[in-house]
């Protein structure tokens, strides 16, 4: 006898379409999305997800963070809910797809338990996590991180963007600050559907990822100061040129992320340089550092040496270094109960699959501390993603959410 709900499957037209009618909110300039966090597309995109879930008989609430929570019924209203989601902010020159196939892939879970008019035991409730991109508030996955008693909800109300603009501000301004309190909801299990954002899947050939593991993070935003001074009539030796601070310091993380191979990466994304002005050279730079492995003794390792070998290298050209941290999770573990739901599901689908560790960081690197926690993860072309030409094909998504809807629904207990 097959499995129940062996042989369902989700709607891949009605899920492609729904992603093509978000992606119109927030264009980008180069066929991506430019929906950051709190922003009035932020608001648009959600009004759209709210009226999708009204019409599929969803009961939705919201947090003081803003999380949205899109509930279905199930028979036992007792039970755990089983949370699925992921993300609608987008980067500045974001992909269509980044955080929006978990949204909207939790979202046709639903619409296909109404189509087969299937009840399940727990309530199913579909999630969007506000900030997780991190972008404009830094850190990233700020709202499932204080859902997850990561951040005070004070301190994260409290954070700025390069305006000036506080996130309480923000969230009151777009209407979307709810009164329930972050945190209280306990969860039966979460999962979270997303694009690999790399190249893995694509090049070995398989339809789905079955995630154990994510990289742990580190954001470390630096300070070098030198002194503003004329880049015409300032000899060379009297220059103190916070630029230079900057490219030795590129160059040392790229180091230390090479010596640690094949396991670590590190970058630097985020830069402002101050003034900016064509002919003044820099007084000072402020930039983030992002390094990352799933080794924590090695990403601590890799920390320590960058901040024993990044002051040093500033004071021998002169010029002045100070950081903090402004972001981290440690490597997360995902439930191995979770994991197996997810890999069973694609096996007995017939995707072909791989275990994957995410490069990424996700809302479910958080959530996992709070709740049995896994992740599926579809290919992306050429594992491009955090680019507005991020693109997966219809198969790609549909075949995600189609292990997704398993393994949902599968531990949300199908009651006949
Ligand atoms: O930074 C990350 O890994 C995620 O895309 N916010
Ligand atoms: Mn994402
Ligand atoms: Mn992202």
Not at 173 to 188: L, N, P, S, T
Not at 311 to 320: A, N, T
Not at 359 to 384: E, Q, R, S
Request: net charge negative; hydrophobic share 40%.
């Amino acid at each position: 006898m097959a499995a129940p709900g062996e042989n369902l499957r989700i709607n891949g037209d009605r899920l492609w379409d729904s992603l093509m009618e978000m992606a119109k909110i927030g264009p980008g300039v180069a066929g991506g999305n430019n929906r950051q966090t709190l922003t009035d597309e932020d608001a648009e995109g959600r009004a759209l997800f709210q009226k999708w879930c009204d019409a599929a008989g969803c009961s939705m609430a919201v947090d003081q963070m803003g999380n949205m929570f899109a509930r279905r019924e199930g028979t036992d209203p007792e039970a755990l809910p089983v949370y699925v989601g992921s993300h609608l902010d987008t980067q500045p020159t974001g992909g269509k797809y980044d955080g929006v196939l978990g949204v909207l892939g939790g979202l046709e879970v639903i619409r296909t338990l109404n189509d087969l008019g299937i009840q399940t035991k727990h309530p199913i409730v579909v999630t969007n996590w506000t900030n997780e991109e991190g972008t404009r508030f830094a850190p990233a996955m700020l709202a499932s991180g204080v859902f997850a008693g990561k951040h005070p909800l004070d301190w994260a109300l409290e954070r700025e963007d390069a305006h000036g603009k506080t996130f309480g501000e923000e969230l009151e301004r777009i209407g979307w600050k709810g009164q329930e309190k972050v945190g209280d909801r306990k969860m039966h299990a979460f999962f979270e559907l997303h694009i690999e954002q790399g190249p893995i899947l694509e090049a070995e050939g398989k339809d789905i990822g079955v995630v154990t593991h994510g990289q742990g993070l580190r954001w470390i935003e630096c300070t070098v100061t030198g002194k503003e001074s004329h880049t015409g009539s300032t000899p060379m030796a009297m220059r103190k040129n916070a630029g230079r601070g900057l490219a030795l310091i590129t160059e040392l993380v790229h180091e230390i992320a090479m010596k640690n191979q094949p396991n670590a990466v590190g970058a630097i994304g985020h830069i402002d340089v101050y003034p900016n002005s064509r002919n003044i050279i820099p007084g000072k730079v402020v930039f983030t550092v992002d390094m990352r492995t799933h080794l924590l003794d090695k990403l601590n390792d890799m920390v320590d040496e960058f901040m024993e070998r990044a002051p040093k290298l500033c004071k021998e050209i002169g010029v002045s270094f100070d950081s903090h941290i402004v972001g981290q999770f440690d490597p997360p573990a995902f439930d191995d109960t979770c994991v197996a739901a997810i890999r069973d599901a694609a096996e007995r689908l017939g995707y072909s699959h791989m275990n994957i560790v995410s490069g990424a960081g996700h809302d479910a690197c958080w959530i996992n501390d709070v709740a049995p926690t896994a992740m599926v993860m579809c290919p992306c072309v050429d594992g491009l993603s955090h680019n507005e030409a991020e693109d997966i094909t219809k198969d790609w998504a549909a075949a995600g959410t189609d292990v997704l809807f398993h393994a949902v629904v599968e531990t949300a207990g199908i009651v006949r």
